[in-house]
C-alpha cells in the first residue's frame, strides 16, 4: 500500500513538474513584453494544424495580426518558443546581409537512422555548405541546356496524353493536378535517374506511386510528428525515423541499382545522378563531400520531392487563373504562339525570353505560395538593429511567413487579384527581392530554381499552345485548402474544361 501510495505522489509530483516547466515556457514571450498569440498548452500557436488550419494559415493569421507591431512576434512551435518575422527589413538580414548568423534551418533529419532525411534542404552547418558547392554545378545554365531536350521529349508525350484524357468526357472535363504531376514525375525520373517512369501512361507507375506516398503518407501520427518536427534534435538522439519504410526501401533500391548498372557498365551521363556518383567515388574527400550511397539516394530523393510537386502545383494553379482570366490566358498564348518556329519547336533561349509567361508564372508563385514560411534557426543571440527589446536567442526556431507577405496589400495591392503585371520588369525592379519569397533568398535559396522554372515554361508553353482552358461546373472557386499537408495544395483537386486547339 506504502509503495503505491509514494508512486502516485511521484507521479502527481512530476506530472506537476512537466505542467510547470511548460507554463513557463508558454510565458516566454509575456514575460518580455513581446506582441504575440496566446498559446494552447500543447499545440502552441498551431491550434488546429491538420484539422482546422493548414501550416500556411497559422503563419499568415498571426502574420496579419501582429504586422505593424515590431520587426517580429512571439510564435510557439508547440511549446517551443519561437520568431515570426514581420518586417522585410529583418527578413533581409537573417536570409542576406547576417547570414552567416542563420545559415542552418533547424530542422530533424537523422543521417544514420532515417538516410533519406540526410538531404540539402533539412542538413545544416558545415555538411550542407560543402554539399551545396559541390550540388551547385547541376543547376548551371549549361547543365540546364543539356536537360532541356528532355524535358521538350516528356512534353510533347505530355501534350498527347492530356489531348486524350480531355477527350474521354463529354464536356472535356479534365482534373489537371494529377496530370501535371505525372508528366513532373516523368521530367523528374529522365533528368535525374536517367530512367523511363512512365507515369505519363500508367497512373499507377512505380515511381507515381512513391511519389504520392512521400508527399501524403506520414510514418506518425500528427502528436508524434509534431513533437519530432519541434524537438528536432532530441528526436534524432532518440533515433527517430520520419520516411515511411516502403518510401525508404523504393529510393534505396533504385539509386543502387542504378549506380552499379551505370559503374558496371562504365555509363557517364550529365545528369544528377552522374554528379552524385563522382562524389560517391572520392571527387569530395577534399573538403569531406564524399557521398555513401546513403547520401547520394538522400538528394536523388529530395531532388525528385521538390521537383515534382513544387512544378506541378505551380503550373495547377496558374492554369487556373488562365481559365478565370481568360484575356491573360489569350495574351499569353499569343506571345508563346509567335515564338516557336515553323516546325513547332522552341529553344532555350527563345523560351526563357518569353517576358509575360515569366510573369504570369511569378505571379502565380506570389499568390500561391507553395512553400507558405522559411524556416531558419540563429546560431548566436541576435540584437535585431534599432531593436534592442527585440533579441532572437541562440537555438530560436525563425519563421519567414513567405505566403503572409506575398498576400500583404503594402507589399502588393489588392493581393487576391492575379494581376501578372506586378512583374512587368519595371514594376519588379522597384522591389525589393526578400519581398518575393517564393524561391527563398539569399546563400540558402532553392538551390532547384533554374530547373523548376525550366520545366514549368515548358510545361505551361506547351500546354497553352494546344489547348484552351476554362472554368466548368466542377471548378471550384475558390479553391479549397488540404489542411494536412505542408505545402499548398488544393484540397479537391482543379477540375477545368479542356478544349484542343
Not at 7 to 23: E, G, P, R
Not at 312 to 330: H, I, P, R
Not at 431 to 451: H, K, Q, S, W, Y
Amino acid at each position: 500500500m506504502a509503495i503505491t501510495t509514494y508512486l502516485i505522489y511521484a507521479i502527481i509530483t512530476v506530472s506537476s513538474l512537466l505542467v510547470y516547466y511548460i507554463k513557463k515556457r508558454l510565458n516566454y514571450w509575456k514575460e518580455l513584453d513581446i506582441p504575440h498569440d496566446e498559446p494552447s498548452l500543447i499545440s502552441g500557436n498551431l491550434q488546429g494544424l491538420m484539422t482546422k488550419r493548414s501550416i500556411a494559415d497559422c503563419t499568415r493569421e498571426a502574420y496579419e495580426k501582429h504586422r505593424g507591431s515590431g520587426p517580429f512576434c512571439g510564435f510557439y512551435f508547440f511549446q517551443r518558443p519561437s520568431v515570426l518575422v514581420l518586417e522585410t527589413d529583418l527578413a533581409k538580414n537573417i536570409l542576406i546581409k547576417d547570414f552567416s548568423k542563420f545559415t542552418d534551418r533547424g530542422l530533424f533529419h537523422n543521417e544514420e537512422g532515417d538516410p533519406l532525411t540526410g538531404h540539402l534542404f533539412l542538413l545544416d552547418g558545415a555538411k550542407w555548405k560543402n554539399l551545396r558547392n559541390k550540388l551547385s554545378p547541376t543547376f548551371t545554365s549549361g547543365k540546364m541546356r543539356f536537360m532541356y531536350p528532355t524535358i521538350i521529349e516528356v512534353a510533347e508525350n505530355f501534350v498527347q496524353v492530356f489531348g486524350e484524357m480531355s477527350g474521354k468526357s463529354e464536356r472535356n472535363v479534365v482534373e489537371i493536378k494529377e496530370l501535371l504531376a505525372r508528366f513532373t514525375t516523368d521530367v523528374i525520373g529522365k533528368c535525374a535517374f536517367g530512367l523511363e517512369c512512365n507515369s505519363l501512361k500508367d497512373p499507377n507507375a512505380e515511381f507515381r506511386i512513391m511519389g504520392k506516398r512521400s508527399l501524403n503518407e506520414r510514418r506518425h501520427g500528427r502528436f508524434v510528428t509534431g513533437f519530432v518536427q519541434a524537438f528536432p534534435t532530441l528526436a534524432k538522439k532518440m533515433n527517430m525515423r520520419m520516411v515511411p519504410d516502403d518510401v525508404h526501401n523504393f529510393f534505396m533500391r533504385i539509386v543502387r541499382e542504378t549506380v552499379a548498372y551505370r559503374e558496371e557498365n562504365n555509363i557517364k551521363r550529365n545528369d544528377f545522378l552522374s554528379i552524385l556518383i563522382d562524389l560517391k567515388n572520392g571527387e569530395g574527400k577534399a573538403d569531406g563531400v564524399s557521398l555513401s550511397l546513403e547520401e547520394m539516394a538522400a538528394q536523388a530523393f529530395v531532388f525528385f520531392l521538390g521537383g515534382f510537386e513544387t512544378s506541378s502545383s505551380t503550373m495547377g494553379f496558374a492554369l487556373y487563373e488562365l481559365a478565370l482570366n481568360q484575356d491573360v490566358q489569350n495574351k499569353m498564348r499569343e506571345e508563346i504562339n509567335e515564338a516557336f518556329n515553323d516546325d513547332g519547336s522552341i529553344s532555350y533561349e527563345t523560351l526563357h525570353g518569353l517576358p509575360y509567361l515569366g510573369q504570369v508564372i511569378s505571379e502565380t508563385l506570389r499568390k500561391y505560395t507553395i512553400v507558405p514560411h522559411l524556416n531558419r534557426q540563429a546560431l548566436v543571440d541576435y540584437v535585431v538593429p534599432g531593436n534592442p527589446k527585440y533579441v532572437i536567442k541562440k537555438g530560436m526556431p525563425i519563421f519567414i511567413p513567405a505566403y503572409g507577405m506575398h498576400h500583404d496589400p503594402s507589399l502588393y495591392p489588392n493581393p487576391e487579384k492575379f494581376d501578372p503585371d506586378r512583374f512587368e520588369p519595371s514594376a519588379a525592379k522597384q522591389r525589393d527581392t526578400v519581398e518575393f519569397l517564393a524561391f527563398g533568398d539569399g546563400p540558402r535559396n532553392c538551390i532547384g530554381m533554374r530547373f523548376g522554372i525550366m520545366q514549368t515554361r515548358v510545361g505551361m508553353a506547351y500546354l497553352l499552345r494546344n489547348f484552351k482552358f476554362s472554368v466548368c461546373e466542377e471548378t471550384e472557386v475558390p479553391l479549397q485548402w488540404s489542411k494536412t499537408s505542408f505545402v499548398l495544395c488544393s484540397k479537391n483537386g482543379i477540375f477545368l474544361k479542356v478544349d484542343k486547339l
